[in-house]
């Protein structure tokens, strides 16, 4: 299979085929019978529906199905593996972080860390960055100033501030436009799920080798106390509303043993995972709507920079999926996951051109594009953009965290 080179995506992007595609069967990593554990979301454990699978003979038939990583969740993870690239300086693109450690002496700010775009929520028009400053200023009036007229038809300033947000989507609703912000979709989309899955029972209990029993009624009262301990002295007692002090079990202190059981203590049953046959990412990257994207320099449309943009983008988005599919593909615990990569294919007008990419070279490739698209006059800086917190920010965020560590008063 034939290695992908710029001088081709370059071609490819400028254009007929719809995407780029990536499909790539997945097993457990135990065996077939192992069982997986998907997510699992309010008012109900799995997200499981039907979906219509075309057999090798051409037959179409309802298999029973689990999503095991959304897209949301797969978009995450691919951020997280362009940091990862970033920070071992295997891939050079533009990243904001707000620092919180610079500086700082409260350790309740300090352990924060540094936030980047790549990790906060609504990446550049996140609320993180929206309370931080630049070289003093607040970064909507200083670096995030941009935001306020970028679009699809003047994406310039976004390009060389956060192109990642181009590529996953981004919606300023926090800004001064409120709804009316920009919007980007998303053009990278993924998604693990799981076929033929069958729901499995998993008991849940305890066995507490001290075999410490219910004391309450019988032996001396255990009470809470202020920093969320515990003890047998009355004085020492929280308090609750009334003045009255406040009592637990032991098993309200993690002493004791719990029955094994298939529900809890309401009635519902404990999630017990799936057994699938197999699982499949579905992976694609919509070069059609890539292309709805124009930068304009100095007021000006170019067509050869605004393909080298594009460019730029595709094999930023590239360098997503492979370098995620370095970190593998385990999801959470219970649900590791493994298999042989599918190939990558540019797909069109019902053709397909498959190509093959491993993560070096897909880095190599956006090098080579974003000096291709730095010689055409478009901003890449390489070096990170650091911000750090306002007070008000880490004033929310000191109360947040006193009350979270705070015990509740019942």
Known sequence: MQELSYERLKTQVAGRPAAIRRITTLYPAGGHSEKVFPPTYQDGPYAIENRLVRAADGAVREVRTVLLDSVQSQANRM???????????????????????????????????????????????????????YEGQEFRRSLGRCLDGVRAANAT??????????????????????????????????????????????PAGRIDPLQIENIEGIGAPIYRTPDGSWSFEEKDAARDKKGKPITLKPSKINHGNIPPALKDENGVPHHGGVTITHAVQTTVFSLAGLRRLCFPLNGSSRPEADLAARTTLAALALAAICFQEEDGYDLRSRCLLDGAPGPFEFIGQGQTEPFSLTADQAAALLAEAAQDAQRLGLEWPVEPRVLVPTERLKKLIRESRKKTMAVSED
Do not use: N
């Open 157 to 202: 300033s976004l390009f060389s501030l956060c192109p990642t947000a181009l590529i996953f989507g981004m919606w300023d609703s926090t800004g001064p436009k409120g709804g009316l912000g920009a919007k980007f979709a998303r053009l990278l989309v993924s998604e693990i799920v799981g076929f033929g899955a069958i729901d499995g029972v998993r």
């Open 79 to 133: 951020e997280l593996a362009l940091l990862r690239g970033y920070r071992q300086g295997k891939l050079k693109f533009p990243l904001l972080v707000v620092d919180f450690a610079q500086s700082e002496q409260d350790p309740l700010i300090r352990e924060i860390g540094q936030v980047t775009a790549l990790e906060a929520p609504h990446r550049v028009a996140d609320a993180i960055l929206r309370d931080s400053l």
